[in-house]
């Protein structure tokens, strides 16, 4: 059993009122339970191929370690790797293939990317993030935001120096302090949370986050809670209602069912090579 049917996945992504290209990319794989969501920042198109290759590059390389092995390596395989050295070894790899095109292709000199993605497995989901792209859980009606932005605003509310308010006026937003391919070398956070019947599960650019309160989000996610594609069309109207500055794209993730050892997408696997 795969988790296609156990999670209800919706994903949109929309350019916005003022930019000529979108430079987000967003990926779903319902059988495995993974969703991964870009937002590439660098010159002319180059934030777009920076998000594109991450998410193309680290989807790719996780679908390859679940199916590409011979059926008596796979037991080998998976003991020494789990889902968490996997989504880090896929992230390491994306870095280094983005920064070696933007030192050796000039026009994507200093291109960049967030990144934050998920992975669903046996009721827990491991959650990896850089930069500033969010994930929220909403759980009995309340919404929260589980990843903490890698950026200057954020360090400047962890340090005391100003309000969660006068960030999101600040003239600084967007300037993140880690990102996918910028550097040699870049640190993944990873953290793993339980997972409960009927969470929603929010991954978001900042082209959202900037522009919508969470409280409008959660009232949203909790009136069209039935309708992932219609809560996943409202927050982006409701975005560039609100001027449309940025590209904006959202992932929206249902879990519908329990989904304990025996219907992780390791054991699908199993199940297929036998």
């Known amino acids: 059993m795969d988790l296609n049917g156990i999670l209800e996945i919706v994903r949109?992504?929309?350019?916005?009122?003022?930019?000529?290209?979108?430079?987000?990319?967003?990926?779903?794989?319902?059988?495995?339970?993974?969703?991964?969501?870009a937002d590439g920042m660098g010159g002319y198109k180059a934030g777009e191929?920076?998000?594109?290759?991450?998410?193309?590059?680290?989807?790719?390389?996780?679908?390859?370690?679940?199916?590409?092995?011979?059926?008596?390596?796979?037991?080998t395989v998976l003991r020494q790797q789990s889902e968490a050295q996997l989504i880090l070894n896929a992230v390491k790899n994306a870095n280094k293939m983005i920064y070696r095109v933007s030192q050796t292709q000039p026009l994507c000199a200093g291109m960049g990317t967030t990144l934050v993605l998920g992975l669903f497995t046996n009721n827990?989901?491991?959650v990896g993030h850089i930069g500033d792209s969010r994930m929220y859980r909403l759980r009995n009606q309340i919404l929260s935001q589980i990843t903490e932005d890698h950026s200057l605003l954020q360090e400047q509310i962890i340090a005391g120096l100003i309000t969660?308010?006068?960030?999101?006026?600040?003239?600084?937003?967007?300037?993140?302090?880690?990102?996918?391919?910028?550097?040699?070398?870049?640190?993944?956070?990873?953290?793993?949370?339980d997972v409960e019947v009927d969470d929603i599960y929010l991954l978001c650019s900042d082209g959202l986050s900037d522009l919508i309160?969470?409280?409008?989000?959660?009232?949203?996610?909790?009136?069209?809670?039935?309708?992932?594609?219609?809560?996943?069309?409202?927050?982006?109207?409701?975005?560039?209602?609100s001027g449309g500055n940025d590209n904006i794209s959202v992932i929206l993730v249902k879990v519908k069912a329990s989904f304990e050892a025996g219907h992780t997408w390791h054991d699908n696997i199993f199940g297929r090579l036998k």
């Open 12 to 37: 949109l992504t929309d350019v916005g009122l003022h930019r000529e290209h979108n430079e987000d990319a967003i990926a779903s794989d319902d059988t495995m339970g993974f969703v991964i969501l």
């Open 124 to 126: 827990k989901l491991l």
């Open 213 to 241: 309160e969470d409280n409008a989000i959660q009232t949203t996610l909790n009136t069209l809670s039935s309708n992932l594609a219609n809560a996943a069309q409202a927050l982006v109207k409701m975005a560039n209602d």
């Open 49 to 75: 191929i920076a998000s594109e290759m991450a998410v193309l590059s680290i989807t790719a390389e996780l679908s390859e370690a679940m199916v590409n092995h011979q059926p008596g390596q796979v037991d």
């Open 164 to 193: 969660v308010e006068q960030a999101r006026y600040s003239a600084n937003k967007n300037l993140v302090t880690r990102a996918l391919g910028v550097s040699p070398e870049v640190e993944l956070e990873l953290n793993e949370y």
